[in-house]
């Protein structure tokens, strides 16, 4: 029996505990190893790496520590009794071992392994060895089972209706802030529509960090609640709501080792919005040489397995493949971005059109899952008459209005054309990482502003778009890298 100790460390989200070297309750070292460690107590237990320290000032041989993360799992007080035991065998390893080599797998098996995987009880190489294989080879029903698995094993959240709308991007794209017009057009017509979303991971902004310029965006589940029951949408961050103990694991593996499947994602997306209570979702498949999904074949393989999936899980849902081979809007870039779309709402005869078309369409598709007649018309409707952008003040104003959002960077470079003739492709890949080496996400008022589009005539040393930075070394970082490669190809006319 050990005093327990919060120690300060911030290991992420994995649970790590520390035992003195000389720990006077038990062998610290008996512990070391590829297998876990259990701490219990106050009726609660965690699961956590081990590791062993020489420092009595750190951690005293009396006494276990834990990391800030485990110590929050555990939810006991420190300084309470705590045990340490080597963490049981997983039972559902035989089934992991099974998947690895190559066995399909029962529902009941998969929700045992996804059970014993969020509780942490797998060491990084068994759950990468699960992974690599699961990847590409999981069958449709598989990927049901580990959808429904996740899903039962994330926070839930449920709505007093029939219907809840959802709208639901693959992204790759640069700009393409549609969901932050769709949601409002949503909301004034009157259906429910709790839109969480993510932080960018590799682009220069998701839609979270584009809110995230007007209004505070990281709420919790009962925050959330009186967001949708005061206005009947948000725009948040998903980080706080569907988060489930599944994806720390997997993310820790996947993201080092660059394991993409469709099989994974689509499972894990449909998990989260099962656990958010949503019944019907339009989902966007941007196609593009450079976007996520390279091929028509490949989205229309994609939208099959969220098609099936969804009607596993009891949800509704339509696909829509669109044009994927440049940027939607001017900004990339958060504030760039966010700007963009309070155009597009305020009916500004500079908004960009390519952004207002593509929400409207994807606004009429929602409207008509949600069962509204003449959905398009509806939607054209709510926002000519500027009941879209009310819809989106009165969303602002309740998830907490940003006193001073941030503009476009001060800092700017322009990067021209280098011959005449028109703008024959534009590489969507290297324009993110160009407004991501300007400072964008992290720098909401960095990124690109888009001056031409694919189509259009240009002349040598005319601009093709402007980088802004509030900083002067990633303003340099981010022109050195446009020179060296425009992302713009220009053909001869």
Request: charged share 25%; net charge negative; with cysteine.
């Amino acid at each position: 029996m050990l005093r327990l100790v919060r120690l300060g460390i911030d290991t992420w989200r994995e649970p790590v505990a520390y035992l003195n070297r000389r720990c006077t309750a038990c062998a610290a070292e008996s512990f070391l190893g590829p297998r876990k460690v259990e701490v219990s107590g106050g009726g609660r237990s965690v699961v956590c790496a081990l590791n062993v320290v020489d420092d009595a000032a750190l951690v005293a041989p009396d006494a276990l520590a834990l990391s800030a993360h485990a110590f929050d799992l555990l939810g006991i007080a420190e300084g309470a009794t705590v045990s340490i035991r080597r963490a049981p065998e997983p039972a559902s390893r035989p089934a992991l071992r099974a998947r690895i080599a190559g066995r399909r797998l029962s529902d009941a098996e998969i929700d045992a392994l996804v059970e014993d995987m969020a509780a942490g009880r797998y060491a990084g190489r068994e759950t990468a060895g699960f992974l690599v294989a699961a990847a590409r080879t999981l069958d449709d029903d598989e990927v049901i089972a580990f959808a429904r698995a996740r899903a039962e094993r994330s926070a839930r959240v449920d709505w007093p209706r029939d219907i809840v709308v959802d709208k639901h991007s693959m992204g790759g794209i640069p700009g393409t802030r549609v969901t932050m017009v769709v949601v409002p057009i949503v909301v004034a017509h009157g259906l429910t529509i709790p839109k969480a979303a993510s932080r960018a991971i590799t682009s220069p902004a998701g839609t979270a960090d584009a809110m995230e310029v007007l209004a505070r965006v990281d709420l919790d589940a009962d925050e959330v609640r009186r967001v949708v029951e005061e206005v009947g949408g948000c725009i948040v961050w998903n980080g706080k709501l569907s988060h489930s103990p599944i994806d720390d694991v997997m993310n820790a593996v996947t993201r080092p080792l660059g394991i993409v499947s469709d099989r994974l994602s689509v499972s894990s997306i449909l998990s989260k919005k099962a656990a958010l209570g949503v019944t019907h979702i339009v989902f966007d498949i941007p196609v593009g040489p450079t976007a996520k999904v390279a091929s028509e074949a490949e989205a229309a393989e994609l939208a099959r397995l969220f098609e099936i999936t969804a009607e596993g899980l009891g949800i509704g849902v339509r696909c829509e493949i669109t044009d994927g081979t440049q940027p939607i809007g001017r900004g990339v870039g958060p504030a760039l971005e966010a700007r963009d779309v309070m155009k597009v709402l305020a009916g500004d005869a500079d908004a960009p059109a390519d952004l207002r078309d593509k929400a409207l369409m994807l606004a009429a598709r929602v409207l008509a899952l949600g069962g509204v007649a003449d959905p398009r018309e509806r939607a054209e409707t709510l926002l000519r008459n500027g009941a879209a952008a009310d819809a989106m003040d009165r969303l602002v104003d309740v998830q907490g209005r940003n006193p001073a959002p941030p503009g476009p960077g001060r800092l700017t470079r322009e990067i021209v054309a280098d011959r005449s003739g028109t703008v024959a492709a534009i590489d969507c890949y290297r324009v993110s990482g160009i407004a991501r080496r300007a400072g964008a996400p992290s720098e909401k008022s960095a990124g690109i502003d888009l001056f031409k589009q694919r189509g259009d005539a240009v002349e040598a040393g005319e601009p093709l778009y402007r980088i802004h930075a509030a900083e002067q070394a990633d303003l340099a970082e981010a022109a050195g890298y446009a020179e060296r490669g425009s992302g713009f190809e220009i053909a001869a006319s």
